[in-house]
């Protein structure tokens, strides 16, 4: 660490030196002011800090707040408002509250911090021309075009230099390992010094000309607001630079509540020693990490050197030219207006947040400006939270509605208007894509429905989340805010689907009353007795026109119906992308049992398994006979030219096809010559069967016995371990697994239980359940 850490060290030490004696001229505050805070947050708020790598100090974005303290109250009850602050923050932390001041919006932030570097810039663009500085930022406006045209001699001179070692001292690679602030501040004391007629840093006294805190006089409430606006800013400051941190290093992650613990220790000391506020510094921290810092020694040793070089040099600092340091400042506030921020808040359409924080700083004042913005952005969320959009068209012979977002009393408007579209009698499918649904917009709803349904027309509602309509037509209290995506429909065979029937009852006894798996949700108990006749009506004539409907239409174009309907748009942007070509990792090779969903049992999607399915999941052997072209050109095809890693032979519980070997063949002239690729796995089960009654252990690999004395299940997990054996025959295939470019795997699939098996030295072990923390 010593050797990463001490370097690290000297490098921010030198970059927070003229960073924290200019922040002491913009707030107004003695110049010892921005060092001892610089000290104390190096060394208390390192040392303590939550952070490995933040580096502490004063901050420039509260150099505006600390000004207009000093203009009230005075300097010492700055100081003593600093203190209360600090005070405010630990107890804060010791609350654990952190995370929750995360909450405020960065957009709110960073147009702070831009505003905040406006009116630095402003004010100190009249020092660097000569001038002084006026009231405000409006102010500042106004007067700069007389400013820039008074002649201003030396200071015009001395500031340019500044600025421009500030623009090209990073692209001199040689000289870059010295800091550009303090490159810029030596170079302008050189001319400075031989001219003789600019203003020089006041440092007399060093750290005893600070004075102690004061309790301010005025309104209490204008007291507290200071507190409450120092302590919020520096906090919020110093967490979210905190989190930035975490991105910039591999270490230990950091912990808020901590650093704000801390932070709030280190102002209660800064603030009892004359000191500025303190926070974590975006520029510092980044410095300590590129400088290769590796733990919180080199914020600690960084607040000793300009402890030690405050003591020891303090005089050279009165050889800087007020005029470079303002320079410094100016330069500062234009790079507090950070493009980068702008552009990530495009993209999430916060940008107007962002400028009209920015402008109320500027024209209004800070916390003013801060206010408004925090005003807009819940504004812009509350109008996000209840946006919702309202989709009406004509599909074949039906009416499609489909809502999505949030359903409330604010899109009632659109929602009557868009579904005054559907023409009367016409058979609707109302789906439901929302997370939450209030009273006022299920009534709209609600009374649009059997108004409907009494002229003739149906309306079949689909809730793609929970179901917000079905509760509140029988009354069940919905107990959760918001909701997620529901997964409990699409995997549903048509049979429950569109019949109602409890998949979990083995004869597929109806859904109890107020439940709906899907469509079905009209047999809710309705609110009144005259919207339970209308809903029997309804239901009657719905069941009637289902019957019909489901003995001219086959479930496999309704099922497809429903796909184009929902699944569809939302696979299609995946799909789009692999329409061209295939890059399957897996060939799947199983039966072609119509309880085996192969996707399903693996929670594989489009493009990730080849599949091959047979009955019996049969891998004929190289020159068998018959012969069978189809699964090789299938494994061929595979591991050929798309040249997968992975074959899995997926056999199941209650296989017919193996079943069919212990029994009697059916009288089928093609499924008897296909079972004669099974005639191995039927030897090897009977050599098997004859191994355990004369008490020889089993083969490796071998399953150890029936489960439960189930001789077919015994048989469907042997032929998968032949299968694997006849997969070895094909001479593509063995020279893969020789080579160790193929992988072969057998799975079991246990029907009854819903539980894979994968094939080990052990035979076939359950695949592991994950807990839920994991």
């Known amino acids: 660490m010593v050797r990463n850490d001490v370097p690290a060290s000297l490098v921010v030490f030198l970059v927070a030196v003229p960073l924290s004696l200019g922040i002491s001229v913009a707030s107004g505050a003695p110049i010892a002011a921005g060092l001892v805070a610089a000290v104390i947050g190096g060394v208390v708020a390192g040392a303590m800090g939550g952070s490995v790598v933040q580096v502490s100090g004063p901050a420039a974005g509260l150099a505006l707040v600390v000004a207009e303290l000093v203009h009230k109250f005075g300097w010492r009850a700055t100081c003593m408002i600093t203190l209360l602050a600090g005070l405010l923050q630990l107890l804060l932390g010791l609350a654990r509250v952190a995370r929750a001041a995360l909450g405020v919006s960065p957009a709110v932030v960073h147009?702070?911090?831009?505003?905040?570097?406006?009116?630095?810039?402003?004010?100190?663009?009249?020092?660097?021309?000569?001038?002084?500085?006026?009231?405000?930022?409006?102010?500042?406006?106004?007067?700069?075009?007389?400013?820039?045209?008074?002649?201003?001699?030396?200071?015009?001179?001395?500031?340019?230099?500044?600025?421009?070692?500030?623009l090209v001292w990073r692209r001199l690679p040689k000289v870059s390992v010295v800091p550009?602030?303090?490159?810029?501040?030596?170079?302008?004391?050189?001319?400075?010094?031989?001219?003789?007629?600019?203003?020089?840093?006041?440092?007399?006294?060093?750290?005893?000309?600070?004075?102690?805190?004061?309790?301010?006089?005025?309104?209490?409430?204008?007291?507290?607001?200071?507190?409450?606006?120092?302590?919020?800013?520096?906090?919020?400051?110093?967490?979210?630079?905190?989190?930035?941190?975490?991105?910039?290093?591999?270490?230990?992650?950091?912990?808020?509540?901590?650093?704000l613990t801390a932070q709030g220790v280190a102002n209660v000391i800064s603030g009892a020693c004359g000191g500025l506020p303190v926070a974590g510094v975006v520029v510092r921290t980044t410095t300590n990490v590129r400088a290769g810092a590796r733990s919180r020694w080199s914020a600690v040793l960084h607040g000793v050197w300009i402890l030690v070089f405050v003591v020891a040099f303090g005089w050279m600092i009165g050889l800087i030219p007020l005029e470079a340091l303002a320079a410094l400042l100016m330069f500062i506030g234009v790079q507090m207006v950070n493009l980068g921020h702008v552009r990530n808040l495009r993209t999430h359409r916060e940008m107007p947040i962002y400028f009209v924080t920015m402008a109320g700083v500027v024209v209004i004042g800070l916390a003013e400006g801060v206010a408004i913005g925090l005003a807009l952005a819940a504004l812009l969320a509350l109008l996000r939270l209840t946006r919702v959009s309202v989709r009406v068209r004509a599909a074949d012979e039906r009416w499609r509605v489909a809502v999505d977002g949030s359903l409330t009393f604010l899109a009632v408007p659109r929602l009557t208007r868009s579904l005054a579209a559907v023409p009367a009698g016409a058979a609707v499918d109302l789906d439901l894509n929302i997370d939450y649904?209030?009273?006022?917009?299920?009534?709209?709803?609600?009374?649009?429905?059997?108004?409907?349904?009494?002229?003739?027309?149906?309306?079949?509602?689909?809730?793609?989340?929970?179901?917000?309509?079905?509760?509140?037509?029988?009354?069940?209290?919905?107990?959760?805010?918001?909701?997620?995506?529901?997964?409990?429909?699409w995997w549903l065979p048509w049979a429950y689907r569109r019949g109602g029937l409890d998949p979990a009852s083995p004869s597929g006894a109806p859904l109890e009353p107020g439940h709906a798996a899907g469509r079905g949700v009209h047999d809710a108990a309705p609110l009144t007795d005259d919207k339970r006749?209308?809903?029997?009506?309804?239901?009657?004539?719905?069941?009637?026109?289902?019957?019909?409907?489901?003995?001219?239409?086959?479930?496999?174009?309704?099922?497809?119906?429903?796909?184009?309907?929902?699944?569809?748009?939302?696979?299609?942007?995946?799909?789009?992308?692999?329409?061209?070509?295939?890059?399957?990792?897996?060939?799947?090779?199983?039966?072609?049992?119509?309880?085996?969903?192969?996707?399903?049992?693996?929670?594989?999607?489009?493009?990730?398994?080849?599949?091959?399915?047979?009955?019996?999941?049969?891998?004929?052997?190289?020159?068998?006979?018959?012969?069978?072209?189809?699964?090789?050109?299938?494994i061929e095809y595979?591991?050929?030219?798309?040249?997968?890693?992975?074959?899995?032979?997926?056999?199941?519980?209650?296989?017919?096809?193996?079943a069919a070997l212990l029994g009697k063949t059916p009288d089928l002239p093609g499924l008897r010559g296909w079972l004669r690729h099974g005639s191995l796995s039927l030897d090897r089960f009977r050599s098997f069967e004859e191994s355990e009654a004369a008490g020889e252990p089993a083969a490796a690999g071998e399953p150890e016995g029936a489960p439960d004395?189930?001789?077919?299940?015994?048989?469907?997990?042997?032929?998968?371990?032949?299968?694997?054996?006849?997969?070895?025959?094909?001479?593509?295939?063995?020279?893969?697994?020789?080579?160790?470019?193929?992988?072969?795997?057998?799975?079991?699939?246990?029907?009854?239980?819903?539980?894979?098996?994968?094939?080990?030295?052990?035979g076939f072990t359950p695949v592991p359940e994950r807990s839920a923390t994991e």
């Open 533 to 634: 006749a209308d809903d029997k009506r309804a239901d009657d004539k719905r069941a009637d026109e289902r019957a019909d409907d489901d003995a001219a239409l086959p479930g496999l174009i309704e099922g497809a119906r429903e796909f184009q309907r929902r699944t569809a748009p939302l696979m299609r942007p995946l799909l789009h992308g692999m329409a061209r070509d295939q890059a399957p990792s897996h060939l799947f090779i199983t039966c072609a049992d119509s309880r085996i969903v192969p996707n399903l049992i693996t929670s594989s999607g489009p493009g990730d398994l080849f599949t091959a399915r047979n009955i019996g999941n049969l891998v004929p052997r190289a020159a068998s006979a018959p012969p069978d072209e189809s699964v090789t050109a299938a």
């Open 709 to 762: 004395g189930n001789r077919l299940d015994m048989l469907c997990r042997i032929n998968v371990i032949q299968q694997l054996d006849n997969l070895r025959t094909h001479p593509l295939v063995d020279d893969l697994v020789r080579s160790g470019r193929l992988e072969l795997t057998g799975l079991y699939f246990d029907i009854g239980t819903a539980r894979v098996h994968v094939l080990d030295d052990d």
């Open 638 to 658: 595979a591991v050929g030219v798309l040249e997968v890693q992975t074959i899995t032979v997926c056999g199941h519980s209650g296989c017919g096809a193996m």
């Open 111 to 166: 147009g702070m911090l831009a505003g905040v570097g406006i009116v630095i810039a402003l004010s100190q663009v009249h020092i660097v021309l000569g001038g002084k500085p006026q009231g405000s930022a409006m102010e500042n406006v106004l007067a700069l075009p007389a400013q820039i045209v008074d002649h201003h001699g030396h200071a015009v001179l001395i500031g340019l230099l500044t600025v421009g070692v500030l």
């Open 437 to 489: 649904m209030d009273n006022a917009a299920f009534e709209a709803l609600q009374a649009w429905r059997l108004e409907h349904e009494r002229g003739g027309g149906t309306v079949d509602v689909d809730e793609v989340h929970s179901e917000w309509y079905v509760n509140a037509v029988s009354g069940t209290r919905t107990s959760r805010g918001k909701t997620h995506m529901r997964h409990d429909q």
């Open 180 to 259: 550009a602030p303090l490159a810029a501040l030596l170079i302008a004391a050189v001319p400075a010094a031989l001219l003789g007629c600019l203003t020089k840093i006041d440092l007399s006294g060093g750290f005893s000309s600070l004075q102690h805190p004061l309790l301010p006089q005025g309104e209490w409430f204008a007291v507290v607001s200071a507190v409450l606006l120092v302590a919020l800013l520096a906090g919020v400051e110093s967490l979210l630079t905190c989190v930035a941190s975490d991105r910039m290093h591999s270490g230990p992650r950091a912990n808020l509540d901590r650093e």
